[in-house]
């Protein structure tokens, strides 16, 4: 919260970080202490607007249990609990927080899933929040598709991540019986390491080099996979979603797709392609006109979209 005279209704921001790892010390809360959380400096900016910013390490993450990477459901709600929980806390009437509060949903690849998520649930989950508007970039919103973009690509590493949070959700999904002895190892390793580590050059390059049998090509994985595509449900509010048109990781084509998803079922969406950028590249140069478009919403001012 910004150390301010703001008495309220103070905007939130509940904000979804990337990909940071499957280790307890890589959620964003171990890091904040140590100045080590990635998108540190990003969430500085919302403070720096006057707004108020919720965090979620996510579940699993920091807490008991193994992190359900890529499960979208469960980022979903993670997401509208932070904006909750801020809202319920003590010192949330001192630092100008209300339930008139207008709120402010954010987040970029996992973060974009899980923000996506976060806008599509809230109708149903957490109709409470005086949500004004979801900007959310780099989304992951076909899991299967994405999957087949990295196999042999350099996001490889990422694809056995997903599918150790996959299992950590499902674990009827029985991914042990579909690894070899590297792929065990390379899910101990990324178990216990960030993302950093776990997806430098040279893991390994195709899903074949870490399985006896590709899981992804089972019914039931494809099952629940698909169970957490983005794109089913229009938002009940504003949408700002945003891609990079040379992303090595998350294809073009599939935020694209996200974007007539949520258009044919008439959602508001605010389209923004940054046609010369990467995944990493969007992340940063994304965020400022995202956060932009945010501060309308919060001023009230109507959101026009760009879906036709």
């Not at 150390?3 to 904040?32: E, I, N, W």
Request: glycine share 12%; net charge negative.
């Amino acid at each position: 919260v910004p150390k301010d005279a703001r008495t309220g209704p103070r905007p939130l921001v509940t904000y979804a970080v990337g990909t940071v790892g499957l280790a307890d010390q890589c959620a964003p809360s171990a890091g904040f202490p140590k100045g080590t959380t990635v998108e540190a400096n990003l969430i500085n900016q919302a403070v720096q607007r006057g707004w108020a910013v919720a965090v979620t390490d996510y579940e699993g993450l920091g807490t008991p249990g193994d992190h359900t990477y890529t499960v979208g459901r469960a980022e979903g709600h993670a997401v509208l609990d932070a904006a909750r929980a801020a809202l319920r806390h003590p010192e949330a009437g001192r630092s100008g927080l209300s339930d008139q509060s207008p709120i402010g949903i954010m987040g970029y690849s996992q973060g974009g899933q899980a923000s996506s998520w976060a806008a599509e649930l809230h109708d149903s989950y957490a109709p409470e929040l005086n949500v004004k508007g979801t900007a959310t970039g780099g989304v992951p919103a076909d899991l299967l598709e994405v999957a087949d973009f990295n196999d042999g690509n350099i996001g490889a590493g990422l694809i056995l991540m997903a599918a150790t949070g996959q299992h950590a959700a499902f674990p009827e999904l029985e991914l042990d019986k579909y690894l070899n002895a590297k792929g065990r190892a390379y899910v101990d390793f990324m178990k216990k390491n960030c993302v950093a580590v776990d997806t430098v050059a040279g893991l390994f390059q195709r899903i074949s080099d870490v399985t006896v049998t590709n899981p992804l090509d089972q019914p039931d994985w494809q099952q629940r996979l698909t169970e957490s595509n983005v794109g089913t449900h229009a938002p009940d509010h504003p949408v700002y979603l945003y891609h990079g048109g040379l992303d090595e990781l998350i294809p073009y084509s599939v935020g694209r797709q996200l974007r007539a998803d949520w258009c044919g079922k008439g959602a508001n969406v605010q389209w923004r392609s940054h046609p010369l950028l990467g995944h990493i590249g969007a992340v940063t140069v994304g965020a400022f006109p995202a956060m932009d478009w945010l501060g309308e919403r919060f001023a009230g001012r109507p959101a026009q979209g760009n879906c036709s």
